[in-house]
């Protein structure tokens, strides 16, 4: 087994070779690698080894194991985490210097090439953990509405009971008033240690921007469901609201950013994202299955001649304007405040309980073709007592493969699937393929999906060939029916009806 000092070294000249830090400051980093491991002294390893790694996390991970081993962390995989991100931000340039690397090759060689520069050194720092992103399972289903966008995520990992009884320990909140970072978007998050209840960010960067003329932050998720995927936060922690102003804030971040899409969830419980105390939108460079949807039909808007006006076709009911900034603002406006204040009591769409708002929407907005184009999907959470969880939320029959929040990325065609279903399937394919009903009505992990296989099993005759394929066919189906669930227009006759009789609200 190579000497701490080896890995070490490597680290240190994979973080020169990859630019992340100047030859100049080897000695320098070996010092701080070594410090940060409590070594007094770093030796010099007889055999230094040139083939980096892509991306370092194989080095770390034989630091971590290291320092488990001598004592200097607990064997977590959040402690570990919490000791390679402290490797990682002294590797990292300091925030002033890294954006203004970015806007150096943004000036010189455009926003192209500044994203693709930050985007490739988030993963060589070890932010975005590419090989872990990798883990996740991704594939297509052909559905009505075209192509649909599945991703199980396994990359986020589920934590431990010797962590959670670790952070019980801790006795602190990870989240509130007194928390520090207030939340996981606070711009505070740069350089954060992390704790074992709080993702270490040592290694994240912020890249300022103006949206609006306020302060707000671009950086990359560490998750990346996409390619770039980004998120653009607000400098203050204040709560996710939309508005006019949102629109603007979109616009503003696409002039500077053309090759992006960006969107925001929406602002209320039950149609928003998982975060809703901190302003921020998402972004990235990946075309949506929303993107290549077709048009259900064609409508004006009075004193906007020159503008595109669609309704989708679509699970969801998206509005999309394509034109000029000044008439797709106006129009995205309009709508919006016809639709905050609807109510269509045949169509089970009620704008107010009391003072409890219950319409927003999830923009989402690009360019193309140099013309803007927002997308504005109309949302309700309101309840009633037949869906208790939401009128316009994922249905109860449909809980064993997606119960979460529809939030922008699954508007947009991409949905992002719990880790369990990748073991839940291998089951669930081996008893169909045996016809074993017994099994899986008795198979804690399996039981939940025992009516979907009923049915499947009555359209399919599975075999090992094939059992995979349906049912990854078949999950993208299901995704098609949670988003029709949240689709405020039914496409029906009675859907399209009512459709048409908002639509004449806007003029
Ligand atoms: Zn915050």
Not at 84 to 97: A, D, I, N, Q, R
Not at 131 to 148: F, I, M
Not at 269 to 296: C, E, M, W
């Amino acid at each position: 087994m190579p000497d701490v000092n080896f890995h070490i070294a490597r680290l240190a000249d994979y973080a020169v070779k990859n630019g992340l830090i100047s030859r100049a400051d080897k000695t320098w980093a070996l010092n701080m690698l070594s410090a940060a491991l409590r070594l007094d002294s770093f030796k010099e390893p007889p055999d230094i080894d040139d083939n980096l790694p892509q991306y370092p996390s194989g080095i770390l991970s034989e630091i971590s194991d290291w320092a488990a081993l001598n004592g200097l962390i607990e064997n977590l995989p959040a402690a570990r985490e919490i000791l390679e991100g402290e490797l990682c931000g002294v590797l990292t340039p300091p925030p002033s210097s890294f954006a203004a690397k970015f806007e150096e090759i943004e000036k010189h060689y455009g926003i192209k090439k500044a994203t693709a520069w930050m985007y490739q050194k988030q993963k060589q720092c070890d932010y975005i953990k590419a090989q872990r992103v990798a883990k996740n399972l991704s594939w297509t289903a052909d559905t009505e509405y075209g192509r649909l966008d599945i991703t199980v995520n396994l990359s986020k990992p589920e934590k431990t009971p010797e962590e959670i009884a670790a952070v019980k320990k801790l006795g602190v909140a990870a989240f509130g008033p007194d928390a520090y970072p207030r939340c996981l978007l606070c711009r505070e998050n740069e350089g954060y240690r992390g704790r074992l209840d709080y993702p270490a960010r040592q290694n994240l960067r912020l890249i300022p921007l103006k949206l609006k003329g306020e302060k707000w932050f671009f950086q990359y998720s560490p998750y990346v469901y996409y390619n770039e995927h980004c998120i653009v936060l607000n400098a203050r922690h204040a709560d996710m609201l939309i508005n006019k102003d949102t629109f603007v804030r979109l616009a503003d971040f696409l002039e500077r950013f053309p090759h992006y899409f960006i969107g925001s969830n929406a602002d209320l419980p039950v149609v928003g994202g998982s975060i809703l105390n901190h302003d921020h939108y998402q972004g990235g460079r990946y075309i949506f299955p929303l993107h290549n949807a077709k048009t259900r039909k064609t409508f004006k808007l009075k004193n906007l001649p020159a503008l595109k006006c669609e309704v989708l076709d679509w699970p969801l009911s998206v509005l999309r304007f394509t034109g000029s900034r000044r008439d797709v603002l106006k129009a995205a406006g309009i709508a919006f405040d016809a639709w905050v204040n609807y109510n269509d009591p045949a169509a089970n769409i009620r704008a107010y309980d009391a003072q409890t708002r219950h319409n927003t929407v999830t923009p989402m907005a690009r360019i193309v073709k140099g013309k803007l184009q927002f997308d504005i999907a109309l949302r309700n959470n309101a309840a009633s007592k037949e869906f208790p969880g939401g009128i316009f939320h994922s249905h109860e029959k449909f809980h064993h493969i997606k119960r979460e929040n529809i939030g922008l990325i699954e508007v947009m065609g991409l949905a992002i699937l719990p880790g369990r279903l990748k073991s839940e399937f291998e089951e669930l394919g081996g008893c169909l393929i045996k016809n074993d009903f017994k099994k899986i009505k008795n198979s804690p992990a399996v039981s939940k999906h025992y009516d979907w296989a009923v049915e499947l099993a009555g359209r399919y005759r599975f075999t090992p060939e094939n059992a995979e394929k349906i049912l990854k066919k078949e999950t993208g189906t299901v995704f098609a029916e949670v988003l029709q669930c949240c689709g405020v227009f039914k496409k029906t006759p009675a859907g399209d009806a009512a459709l048409d009789s908002f639509l004449k609200t806007l003029n």
